[in-house]
């Protein structure tokens, strides 16, 4: 019998990490897992797609309260926050975190899982704890949008920069991590970089300066989301590997944001 403990137990020995918002955060630990699914984002709609494919443990990777440390205790009240915890409690569906193991595993595995989704392997040069740096064949600015746009069935992307200008240095910044901090040094070293999400008036700002200086840096934007949820598709592959009889499902979410423009699809 695998219980959700023998789960976790699987999970935690990447690297002990103090404090943690890694856990179980609602069911017990003693109960047998009769399947798996695994998300980025632990949504009221993942919830309910977990339950009807089986599934009596959900594996996220972001936390069901809206926001990054919260225990939901501070929104107890909210009739939204309600109904989700009712409807876990009615569908037996228990809920564990994973985001720092998986962030500080060797390569980072959410940032393996987008070079993976993206077919990018063999062009990697380096992994850094926090990022990754490749050699793509050269290409312009647009092409290469339009390329991971495809290859991540987003609805858009957004960029920054001449988008003829071309691209060869790439470097891969998952979730949050676009911001300044890390996004500003690692423009020194290539050409463009990917990242999830991070402050608008940060680093794109310093792209938009660069190149009004004449300068050819660059600047994809994915979404949060989008950057994160091939590293869990890749979490999933190593359950179903290390626990073949028990079925492991992907919950894909919907894309989180719309895109309108000036009559043209994006």
């Given at each position: ?7 976790l137990?699987?999970l ?7 404090p943690t918002v ?6 017990r630990?003693?109960?047998e897992v ?7 984002m632990?949504?009221?709609?993942a ?9 009596n443990l959900?594996?996220s990777?972001?936390?069901l ?5 919260s ?14 915890l ?10 564990i975190?994973y985001?720092d193991g998986?962030?500080r595993e ?11 989704e993206l077919?990018?392997?063999e062009?990697v040069?380096?992994?850094h704890?926090?990022?990754?740096v ?5 290409m312009?600015l647009e092409e290469?949008?339009?390329?991971v746009k495809r290859?991540?069935?987003?609805p858009f992307v957004?960029?920054t ?6 691209c ?9 991590r676009g911001g300044?901090?890390?996004a500003?040094?690692l ?7 990917i990242a999830g999400?991070?402050?608008e008036?940060?680093a794109p700002?310093y792209?938009?300066?660069a190149v ?8 994809i934007?994915?979404?949060?989301g989008?950057?994160?949820a091939?590293?869990?598709?890749r979490?999933a ?9 028990l ?20």
């Amino acid at each position: 019998m695998l219980r959700i403990q023998d789960v976790l137990d699987w999970l935690k020995p990447v690297r002990a990490i103090n404090p943690t918002v890694d856990g179980l955060v609602i069911g017990r630990p003693e109960v047998e897992v009769r399947g798996i699914a695994v998300t980025f984002m632990a949504t009221q709609a993942a919830i309910e797609q977990a339950a009807s494919r089986g599934a009596n443990l959900l594996i996220s990777h972001e936390g069901l309260f809206y926001s990054h440390r919260s225990d939901g205790s501070q929104l107890k009240e909210d009739p939204v926050v309600q109904l989700k915890l009712r409807r876990l409690e009615e569908l037996g569906l228990a809920v564990i975190r994973y985001h720092d193991g998986i962030h500080r595993e060797t390569p980072d595995g959410i940032t393996a899982g987008l070079i993976e989704e993206l077919g990018w392997q063999e062009a990697v040069c380096e992994y850094h704890p926090a990022s990754a740096v490749l050699e793509l064949p050269a290409m312009t600015l647009e092409e290469l949008a339009r390329m991971v746009k495809r290859k991540l069935n987003l609805p858009f992307v957004r960029f920054t920069g001449d988008p003829a200008m071309r691209c060869r240095k790439v470097g891969v910044l998952v979730g949050y991590r676009g911001g300044g901090d890390l996004a500003i040094p690692l423009l020194g070293e290539v050409d463009l970089i990917i990242a999830g999400e991070g402050p608008e008036w940060e680093a794109p700002e310093y792209v938009r300066d660069a190149v009004y200086q004449g300068k050819e840096k660059a600047m994809i934007l994915l979404g949060h989301g989008p950057s994160e949820a091939p590293g869990m598709k890749r979490l999933a592959r190593k359950l179903r590997a290390a626990f073949p009889s028990l079925p492991v499902h992907v919950i894909e979410n919907e894309p989180l944001f719309h895109w309108i423009g000036q009559g043209e699809k994006p």
